[in-house]
């Protein structure tokens, strides 16, 4: 229901069997249309579905921190931000969604098929101004992070940043931003591992998408297969790619060879700004003996309005 000021924690919710929505969210802990909620230290463990909410336009503001939701059963979503049916998308936007610190666990139970970490969804046209995912734990059967759930409307959010997670790598996507309309995706400082139900796809997807930018994350280990960590397809204006560390990753699994053009394969194509940087991880020796040298990525000269390579010298 509608609220102004709303604080739900340190409960344990068990058993909660619902999810059949009409007007109303169904969860194990649902907050909707409130102004302000913060639900903070709860167990969610063995439900249908896990901790819901739908912000309140314009004035909306959501905190969802050190929450527990586990061993739920099939087709659940631990967390789930939901909005529907703004006047104005322009407006009509709730404030902010921070999700922090919460431990998110669902294994392959029922087939474990559509179990979601977090998944940022909407009904109708929606926006948010912030939506910040930070600190989490997140190790789903299927996809970790989903946004854009819904086909036919997009969640628009002005800045969806996710950082300083752990997020592993199971048998879907454990990042899937589809594609997005979201001005500002900042993806940073991550920790990205597989897991014990790994399945060889692409793990962070994202196409035709402008505004990405992957920065100082690491990502540790790839069992087997052709698929990758990374693919951002046909990348746009405000795209980077930078900082970001591989463990124990064959080359051929750091970038989706799925788009010639994927983020951080080859020379970006878009008009950028200056000072903007794309780094590769696929350094290829070559130049006359005695000179030779690796690309290590690109930098964008505002100047010459053209992308120019970033050398070093092998010395061989």
Excluded at 12 to 38: D, F, H, M, P, S
Excluded at 283 to 305: P, R
Aim: glycine letters at 8%; charged letters at 15%; aromatic letters at 6%.
């Amino acid at each position: 229901a509608s609220h102004n000021h709303a604080t739900i924690s340190n409960n344990k919710v068990q058993g909660q069997t619902c999810n059949v929505e009409a007007t109303l969210l169904k969860g194990a802990i649902v907050a909707q249309t409130g102004r302000e909620v913060n639900i903070v230290g709860n167990k969610v463990w063995n439900c249908q579905q896990g901790i819901h909410i739908e912000p309140r336009l314009n004035i909306g503001r959501a905190v969802i921190d050190h929450n527990e939701v586990k061993k739920m059963t099939v087709g659940c979503s631990c967390i789930r931000v939901v909005g529907s049916f703004p006047n104005n998308v322009a407006t009509s936007m709730s404030d902010s969604v921070m999700i922090t610190n919460n431990d998110l666990y669902l294994d392959n139970t029922g087939g474990g098929v559509s179990n979601i970490g977090i998944r940022l969804d909407a009904t109708n046209i929606y926006g948010c101004r912030t939506v910040h995912i930070t600190g989490n734990k997140i190790d789903c059967y299927y996809y970790g992070i989903q946004l854009n759930t819904n086909t036919t409307h997009d969640a628009q959010i002005v800045t969806l940043k996710i950082s300083d997670n752990t997020l592993i790598a199971n048998a879907s996507s454990c990042l899937n931003l589809d594609t997005s309309v979201t001005p500002h995706i900042d993806i940073s400082s991550n920790t990205f591992r597989t897991g014990v139900y790994f399945v060889d796809t692409d793990h962070i997807v994202a196409t035709t998408s402008s505004n990405v930018s992957l920065r100082n994350n690491l990502f540790v280990n790839w069992p087997s297969g052709t698929h990758a960590w990374v693919r951002v397809s046909t990348p746009g204006g405000g795209c980077q790619f930078r900082g970001n560390q591989f463990q124990g990753v064959p080359v051929a699994n750091m970038i989706s060879t799925a788009d010639a053009l994927d983020l951080g394969r080859t020379a970006p194509t878009w008009v950028g700004a200056q000072g903007d940087i794309v780094e590769t991880p696929l350094q290829i020796e070559q130049g006359a003996a005695t000179s030779k040298y690796v690309i290590n990525g690109y930098w964008y000269d505002a100047t010459a309005a053209a992308w120019k390579q970033m050398r070093t010298l092998t010395g061989n």
